[in-house]
């Protein structure tokens, strides 16, 4: 694909230079969201390019509904290339209303960035963590306050490096009370997430790293210092039902482990998150978690 753009005013200019095969057929491709309809075509391209007008029409009502991506990386985080102002406008264009910055142990904030180019009307953006402590597991903690006075923003710590010569790593449950232990005259206390919960990488997913294992057969855990004490599992990672569900407790996906806890009566939410790094490939808000909060609308929310 020569271009991804996400105009903010509707209207963008898409040179097609010699080396790039100059003049001819393009495939022209444009979208709002998945609440509005697709526009495809073949444009031919010659000296004297044609301007094209695009009517994009609303094909899906969601009226008293915000729609949230909670796990999206900038170029704040070492392993993603977007910068703050691209994953704004790709929220904005998408139709996405509520996307969480969630870089890599830092805590981040999207909305000043909104409010700088003028998306205010479409975005909310609220800050918040991947808590990534490389050896039981990534967590979502929001919504966080950007504290600049501290390291990275006020990161969760998951270690202690003040009582010995070598940092010690703490467990679930000392880094679950220290998330729970913050309050915000706002926002009150964070919640937390467990983020791809079975993700094979070494120390990705909580529920399957080599310190603490769940068991969805038996509802039980491996490992001393586990804690259940977040309400929400990143049940789709960058997918849907196929790959995350396989109806067979003894070989779990994140959506058989989110029934298991729900059948042990434990109130746990299913969310849905792009954990976008780079758009081009993984754009914002693909799959995304919608609440009913009885408006559609990022500025009534605020």
Not at 98 to 106: A, G, I, N
Request: glycine content about 10%.
């Amino acid at each position: 694909r020569m271009y991804i753009e996400f105009p903010t005013n509707g209207q963008v200019s898409l040179p097609v230079h010699a080396s790039n095969a100059g003049a001819g057929d393009y495939k022209l491709v444009v979208s709002r969201g998945y609440e509005y309809d697709l526009f495809e075509s073949t444009v031919s391209v010659n000296p004297g390019a044609p301007t094209i007008t695009v009517d994009l029409h609303r094909v899906v009502d969601t009226s008293g509904t915000i729609c949230g991506d909670f796990h999206v990386h900038t170029n704040r985080s070492p392993d993603a290339p977007d910068s703050v102002t691209r994953k704004v406008t790709s929220a904005a264009a998408d139709g996405l209303e509520l996307p969480l910055r969630s870089d890599h142990e830092w805590v981040n904030d999207f909305d000043s960035e909104v409010q700088r180019v003028g998306l205010s009307d479409f975005v909310y953006g609220i800050s918040s963590l991947e808590l990534t402590t490389w050896a039981f597991g990534h967590f979502g903690v929001f919504p966080m306050r950007e504290n600049t006075m501290e390291p990275n923003g006020g990161a969760t710590a998951w270690y202690d490096s003040t009582s010995a010569a070598e940092p010690s790593l703490l467990t679930p449950t000392q880094i679950f009370a220290s998330v729970r232990a913050v309050t915000d005259p706002t926002w009150g206390s964070p919640t937390l997430i467990v983020n791809h919960p079975r993700d094979s990488s070494l120390g990705f997913g909580y529920f399957t790293n080599s310190l603490y294992s769940y068991d969805a057969v038996t509802g039980t855990w491996t490992g001393n210092g586990y804690d259940e004490g977040f309400s929400l599992i990143e049940v789709f990672n960058d997918g849907g039902w196929t790959t995350n569900y396989t109806g067979d407790y003894a070989h779990p996906r994140p959506a058989d482990d989110w029934f298991s806890f729900l059948k042990r009566g434990l109130p746990m939410y299913a969310v849905g998150s792009s954990d976008s790094h780079g758009v081009n490939g993984s754009p914002v808000g693909y799959p995304r978690t919608c609440v009913r909060v009885g408006t559609d609308s990022p500025t009534a929310l605020r």
